[in-house]
């Protein structure tokens, strides 16, 4: 065998062992990056929530626990953002509009939660909710009660924020879609609100 033959099947050896560790770090070339496998761990997987006391644009205290048995859509926000958040918010009319009243209120919900809850007190949160009609029952305006317990919640849905030094923040931006028994259960990019609600009329 000459040195460019054996040096051939030496790379073509080597191409394929390295596409076989590709393949299996990746779930199939599936999760090429960390949001992705995160995304389809998630779907394999569905992740325990923590019991965290959220209030609403109301000022009543709630948990995300409390919605077992239903299906429901949570987003991030922070209602000084102007882009995001504001795609986010249009999303959520989405899936709102999608379903009759009463189905909303017997099987599926929507929650907005800001992580910016130092400025976001109750009038901040009704007024997003109101600009976006979120009637404070079928979909809820959100902020963290205690701030111990904003890293943990961000944590569990897999949502990065990062101050960008000017008084607002970078954060990735998806709808998490939580199962009947309080799981996240799926992540769904923005502008996929169609996509997701056909997902949801399967579970109803």
């Known amino acids: 065998m000459s040195f460019s033959v054996r040096s051939l099947a030496a790379t073509t050896l080597v191409t394929l062992l390295g596409t076989g560790v590709l393949w299996w770090g990746t779930d199939g070339l599936d999760a090429y990056t960390a949001e992705t496998a995160r995304r389809v761990e998630v779907l394999h997987s569905p992740r325990p929530l923590p019991a965290i ?4 644009q109301d000022g009543r205290p709630f948990s995300l626990q409390e919605y077992r048995g239903r299906l429901v859509a949570v987003d991030f926000i922070y209602t000084h953002c102007a882009t995001l958040c504001r795609s986010l918010g249009t999303d959520f009319q989405q899936l709102r509009d ?11 919900a929507l929650v907005s939660i800001s992580f910016d809850s130092g400025r976001d007190d109750s009038a901040r949160l009704r007024k997003y909710g109101d600009t976006y009609g979120a009637d404070g029952v079928r979909w809820r305006i959100a902020r963290i009660r205690d701030k111990a317990d904003l890293e943990p919640l961000l944590q569990a849905f897999g949502v990065v924020v990062i101050p960008d030094g000017l008084g607002g923040f970078e954060h990735n931006a998806a709808i998490h879609l939580i199962d009947r028994d309080s799981r996240l259960t799926r992540i769904s990019d923005l502008g996929e609100a169609a996509e997701l609600a056909q997902e949801i009329e399967k579970l109803l």
């Open 53 to 56: 006391v959220l209030e609403d």
């Open 98 to 108: 999608r379903f009759p009243r009463g189905a909303q209120a017997r099987d599926f």
